[in-house]
């Protein structure tokens, strides 16, 4: 075995490991870079004795800085991504890079908030260097399955109700109302404003049948939605709770905790960034859930220019590997062209429902397990909670008769960093994962 | 029937047409019978004006400054609104029945809302003074490339803001309807200001039009020591046109600048004053344009008395420029852009000439014209001289109002 770490050495030439993540109790992720195009051998001996020889077979990472200091600018490849398995109860005591022995600074990332993992290992596949293409195979190689791994300890109603820290109420009591608006709050809260404006307007709400619970996502927020509230709020005929998390934890965990957190029989969660256009919205949902329990059901989306935002979603390839991309139905076009789909304007049924606007009964959601925290700060969780309603026997109905305002990635950067675009193909392969009926 | 008089500022420190409409209105009705009581809350022009570290300041057992919203485009209040904060302190154990508001800009949609929950057996009263309902950019209906708009298209709207900004134009749409709902009734000082409203979606039920209070007409006259000041214009001497208002790029200064340095060109006996704004304000002061500098109200009878005829140039559509009253209370005629709150307070040859908007040889044209058609610069001062002396409806207007909101 030496010498075959002697022959990788002379052989391969430089090499360095940059990372070596613990993400579960049998897998490590490394990431490093070589300096030749041949595959990156991993060479490691266990406390058992055993010898683990891993072969980089996941694309190359995009390794630009390395070109430059080691003066090859036609290998800009240099970077890697590998995984080891070990066996239960195993630990590494020495590992080799090319025939280069490695110090071992195992970093275990198991604990660590969630979605800054997600980044970190975004990160260390060089997001913005590395081709986007390239994604589908690391993902596959190792990452993936991390994740998938890390996010099980989120999964519980424990974790969830364990990420509260900090529950408020103001404003009146609505002790019989039969719905909670669940709200997540990140980053912008000014989106309260105009909820809190809509709603004292809406008689549901000023009758008390209907109950407000936002959940503030993000810590760097909160004192001013407490000091808003508590200036604003407190006076105000709404019954409204806001929940806050001990950090980010990403949309998915948000909605779950606040929708576990909320105790009426029915919930319509909202995005902060949809807004009411009338007063008349809230009425057709819960008709159409009442006669269909089992149902998750969705108002019609519109621009703030009145054009179809959403009205169902379905699943196209969205031309990398075989990931897939939510099209939002109809988008774009005259609400009345719905009447091709609802001539009468009832409800109807749908493949797909975008998680800004839904109603369903709370019990329901919980038995399913929420949604799925694999998904981290977003996307591609609504088509992976609809499928999965779907399959528990639900259904899923567009009710064109609700209709509110949805103001799109307001309420989160423009900007298509290369990070965002990553995690959204991290996120369309984890739903390809997961959905069995994604072709 | 006392009522609570709330202003975006306190004409003490801040001299708008807005300001000095509520500020008479408080004036006129503080003495009547049945009006005791009555009290004037206005946001502070600055932080200096109030004590350090406070949020309130009593300018008189009647009259309050408060802290001003920084923020002209959610209209939130800059004041602690508890029950118990100093606000509600200040204003606790009053019996207002009446609240009227001039503008929510400065104090805010949280104090029209709070203050119907302080009050609840109050009515609301909102006399619209600018376009901020439908224009988010600066209440004006002025795109920001200079163009006149229509108002309340996101689209449009977003582009003036610089864009990115349709999720708070949402948000602050909602806040104005509810504002709106809370309001009992809407005034409006022109027709066209009603008229944009409606467009913008207000019932037209809910919207009376009454003029501004003019000025006392103790305040209006010349000290007898300048009576011989104040000549009927002659076409011997040189036209003195009066400007009259604040100086901003929107009120279409240089246009009449331009105007008159046309005019002096072709030899037509015309001269401007400026007053409201100082000669170091501009870098070329053409032959024939004078600046007076600013002036305070005690002062306008003089600086009337000195011109023959007062111009605007109004690039936006106005609402009803408290000029126009006053050259009306002084028994000018007015030379205006043919737009807005200016063409339906002066009527085309009868009380003034009106303009092409933004057009200088439209306003050479109408000026030339004033100086040198026979008959007409006559005719104008008689017809404004039975305007002056014609009956000011609009503190019964007010009055009707009140009664009647008292009524429902």
Redesign the interface.
């Known amino acids: 075995m030496f010498r075959l770490i002697d022959a990788l050495r002379l052989l391969r030439g430089a090499a360095h490991l940059d990372q070596l993540l613990r993400v579960s109790q049998e897998q490590l992720l490394a990431f490093g870079w070589r300096a030749d195009a041949k595959a990156a051998v991993l060479l490691a001996r266990t406390n058992t004795g055993r010898w683990l020889q891993v072969v980089a077979e996941s694309p190359n990472l995009g390794r630009p800085d390395v070109a430059e200091q080691l003066q090859l600018p036609a290998f800009g490849d240099a970077g890697f991504q590998a995984s080891l398995t070990l066996e239960p109860g195993e630990s590494l005591t020495e590992l080799w890079l090319q025939g280069h022995r490695q110090p071992l600074e195992l970093r275990d990332v198991r604990g660590l908030p969630y979605i800054g993992v997600v980044d970190q290992l975004l990160r260390l596949c060089q997001a913005g260097q590395t081709p986007l293409e390239r994604a589908p195979a690391l993902f596959q190689a190792g990452l993936g399955r991390a994740l998938q791994g890390l996010a099980v300890p989120l999964k519980p109603q424990e974790h969830w109700q364990g990420l509260i820290h900090r529950r408020k109420h103001f404003g009146v009591n609505a002790s019989t109302a039969e719905i909670t608006v669940v709200i997540p709050l990140y980053r912008?809260w000014?989106?309260m404003?105009?909820?809190v404006?809509?709603f004292?307007?809406d008689p549901w709400f000023q009758e008390q049948q209907v109950r407000l619970l936002y959940v503030v996502d993000d810590p760097t927020i909160e004192t001013a939605v407490m000091g808003w509230c508590?200036?604003?709020l407190?006076?105000e005929l709404l019954d409204v709770t806001v929940i806050s998390l001990q950090s980010n934890s990403g949309f998915a965990l948000a909605c779950n905790s606040g929708i576990l957190a909320a105790e009426t029989p029915k919930i319509c969660l909202l995005n902060s960034?949809v807004?009411?256009i009338h007063s008349d919205w809230l009425q057709p949902l819960l008709r159409t859930l009442q006669s269909v329990p089992e149902a998750m059901v969705a108002p019609l989306l519109l621009t703030?220019?009145g054009q179809i935002q959403h009205a169902g979603m379905v699943v196209q390839p969205l031309g990398i590997g075989d990931l897939p991309a939510c099209v939002h139905s109809l988008k774009g076009l005259d609400p009345a062209q719905l009447k091709a789909l609802s001539p009468d304007g009832l409800p109807y049924d749908v493949d797909l429902l975008s998680g800004a606007a839904l109603m369903f009964e709370r019990h329901r959601f919980l038995e399913i397990g929420g949604f799925h925290p694999v998904f981290g700060r977003g996307d591609f969780e609504d088509l992976e909670l609809s499928l999965r309603w779907r399959r528990s026997g639900g259904l899923l109905k567009l009710v064109p008769s609700a209709r509110l305002?949805h103001?799109e990635r307001?309420?989160i950067t423009?900007e298509q960093d290369p990070l965002t675009q990553w995690r959204g193909l991290l996120n369309a392969w984890q739903a390809k994962q997961l959905c069995q009926e994604i072709e | 029937m006392s009522v609570l008089y709330v202003c975006h500022g306190h004409p003490t420190f801040a001299k708008g047409g807005g300001e000095l409409a509520a500020w008479r209105l408080f004036e006129a009705f503080r003495h009547r019978p049945g009006f005791e009581g009555s009290g004037f809350l206005a946001a502070a022009s600055s932080p200096d004006h109030l004590p350090a570290g406070s949020e309130l300041l009593g300018l008189s057992p009647d009259e309050w400054l408060i802290k001003r919203s920084p923020n002209p485009f959610f209209h939130d209040t800059a004041v602690n609104l508890s029950r118990g904060g100093q606000l509600h302190q200040a204003l606790a154990g009053r019996n207002f029945k009446i609240i009227h508001f001039h503008h929510y800009l400065h104090v805010g949609i949280d104090l029209v809302l709070v203050l119907k929950r302080w009050f609840p057996e109050a009515k609301l009263l909102l006399t619209l003074h600018d376009y901020w309902g439908p224009c988010a950019y600066e209440g004006r209906l002025l795109r920001s490339s200079g163009d006149l708009c229509g108002g309340g298209d996101p689209e449009s709207c977003d582009q003036c803001l610089g864009g990115g900004r349709r999720g708070v134009l949402a948000i602050r749409a909602h806040r104005l309807e509810r504002m709106l709902g809370a309001i009992d009734h809407l005034i409006s000082p022109s027709f066209f200001l009603k008229q944009r409203y409606l467009d913008w979606g207000i019932d037209p039920k809910r919207i009376s039009v009454i003029e501004n209070l003019p000025a006392p007409s103790s305040s209006i006259a010349l000290p007898t020591s300048d009576a011989d000041l104040s000549k009927p214009w002659n076409q011997e001497t040189p036209l003195v046109i009066g400007y009259f208002g604040q100086v901003n790029p929107w009120k279409g200064l240089s246009l009449l600048i331009e105007a008159i340095v046309l005019l002096r060109a072709e030899n037509v006996s015309v001269k401007l004053e400026v007053n409201g704004a100082d000669a170091g304000d501009f870098e070329v002061i053409p032959d024939g344009v004078s600046f007076n500098g600013c002036y305070e109200s005690e002062d306008l009878p003089l600086r009337m008395a000195r011109v023959h005829v007062v111009a605007m140039a109004s690039t936006w559509y106005e609402n009803s420029p408290m000029v126009i009253q006053e050259a009306f209370q002084y028994g000018k005629p007015l030379i205006a852009p043919s737009l807005g709150g200016m063409a339906e307070k002066i009527q085309h040859e009868c009380t003034g000439l009106l303009f092409d908007p933004g057009s200088v040889n439209s306003i050479a044209i109408q000026i030339k014209r004033f100086v040198e058609e026979d008959h007409l610069s006559s005719k104008l001062y008689d017809n404004v001289a039975h305007k002056k002396t014609a009956k000011a409806e609009e503190f019964d207007g007010h009055k009707k109002i009140y009664d009647a909101l008292l009524c429902i």
């Open positions: 912008r000014d989106f404003l105009g909820h404006a809509a004292c307007q508590r200036g604003h407190t006076d960034d807004l009411p703030d220019e305002t103001l307001q309420s423009h």
